[in-house]
């Protein structure tokens, strides 16, 4: 299972991986707890999760295709040096009440920035460090470790809430990200071979037809899409209102979240274990899981009733990604992945932040519990859906990285 850190460059790039990991378990509990303090509403912390999106949709292509043209080592310490710095200040206002709406709106902002122009380039560089035949299991790794911290961010978080305050656990995080920086600051590589590079938009255009040639990729694109919006968002964004005024507050919310990752961990453990024969057609039929935890929501029973079936979602959600992206990383070339992956994640993303924004005025129009229910029915519907596509279907594993078949 941890063959995949005999690898001498893929060390630092996981240590980097898993200390930012470490730090991002603590937030959505302590991020959710922190914007209640300060306005209670369902909106406003559906408004602070789409402003940490928003960026996603917005940067995305453009740090795709700078991660292709430029180091991509070199990028993502940049923006784990951001990160660092916006939490830091957000921190700093929350530890001290000074902390409102904007703040939370512009500092999740900057966040999202970052992280628009680190998952390209992380997404790119992982084959660089890995050899073909632990590609999988180097990307299982990585999901199985930050599962395991997000086991332990959200417990964390709920007895730093409860005995102290939010601030300290999203102070936590910045630090986290400059230890992440410091890894990579002694990754070594070799030299980056240069290609003439074509304009930006052109450049991009190409990768865009590169990209939709693929049938299965750009499916998944939409099928992600819709259901960031519709089934994620909404449950998200009123999970913790659910747990505030019908179970144990922070507490219930806490134990949920931590459903969730560990369910992420044993979706990281089946990833490296299992190789699928069609590996969309088994990773996709896992996110019927996802329906799980906003049916449950709806209604809802006691607190561990609804953590495991977020246990369950934890699974096939953590399943679904490493398969998934280690598919991408077999059958795009190399030199294109930052540019093709930044394009998936355009599509997987573009509309949370609506959904994010949407979700507390639809809660407040039509019921929390109605509208927990339509997200459920979407994530089943739009799932079968999407395995009824042949090429979703019926694409076979590839284990050689010289053979791009669209």
């Known amino acids: ?149 997000s086991v332990l961010g959200p417990a964390a978080a709920g007895v730093i809430i409860a005995a102290a305050n939010p601030g300290i656990a999203i102070a936590i995080d910045s630090v986290t990200f400059l230890i992440s920086a410091a890894f990579l600051a002694g990754l070594r590589l070799p030299a980056a071979v240069r290609r003439a590079e074509l304009g930006f938009f052109t450049d991009l255009r190409a990768r865009w037809r590169e990209f939709r040639s693929r049938t299965w990729l750009w499916v998944d694109g939409v099928y992600s899409a819709l259901g960031n919006a519709v089934v994620l968002a909404p449950l998200l964004a009123l999970g913790p209102i659910v747990a505030e005024r019908e179970l144990a507050g922070s507490s219930s919310w806490a134990t949920i979240a931590t459903a969730l990752g560990l369910g992420s961990v044993a979706g990281g453990v089946l990833a490296i274990r299992l190789r699928p024969r069609w590996p969309l057609r088994v990773a996709v039929a896992s996110l019927l899981t996802l329906a799980l935890p906003p049916a449950l929501l709806a209604v809802p029973p006691a607190t561990p009733a609804i953590a495991a079936a977020s246990f369950a979602a934890g699974l096939g959600l953590i399943f679904f990604n490493t398969i998934f992206e280690t598919t991408v990383q077999q059958l795009v070339p190399p030199e294109s992945l930052s540019r093709v992956a930044s394009i998936d994640w355009v599509l997987s993303v573009g509309l949370q932040p609506l959904g994010f924004a949407l979700a507390g005025p639809t809660a407040e129009a039509i019921g929390v519990s109605t509208t927990l229910v339509c997200a459920a029915a979407w994530g089943v519907v739009s799932t079968v859906v999407v395995l009824a596509v042949p090429s979703v279907r019926n694409l076979p594993r590839k284990e050689r990285l010289d053979v791009y078949p669209a």
Request: aromatic share 10%.
């Open 1 to 149: 299972m941890l063959g995949a850190l005999n690898e001498p460059e893929f060390r630092p790039l996981y240590f980097a991986r898993a200390f930012s990991q470490l730090g991002d378990g603590l937030v959505p509990v302590a991020l959710a707890f922190a914007v209640l303090d300060v306005d209670p509403s369902p909106s406003a912390l559906g408004f602070v999760l789409a402003a940490r999106s928003i960026p996603l949709v917005g940067f995305l292509l453009v740090g795709g295709v700078w991660a292709d043209r430029l180091e991509r080592q070199r990028l993502m310490l940049a923006t784990d040096l951001v990160r660092a710095g916006s939490q830091a200040l957000l921190a700093a206002l929350v530890l001290t009440d000074r902390a409102e709406l904007w703040h939370f709106l512009v500092l999740t902002f900057v966040y999202g920035c970052g992280a628009a122009f680190f998952l390209p380039a992380s997404t790119g560089l992982i084959p660089q460090v890995v050899s073909p035949g632990r590609l999988q299991q180097a990307n299982a790794l990585l999901g199985l470790t930050g599962s395991a911290f």
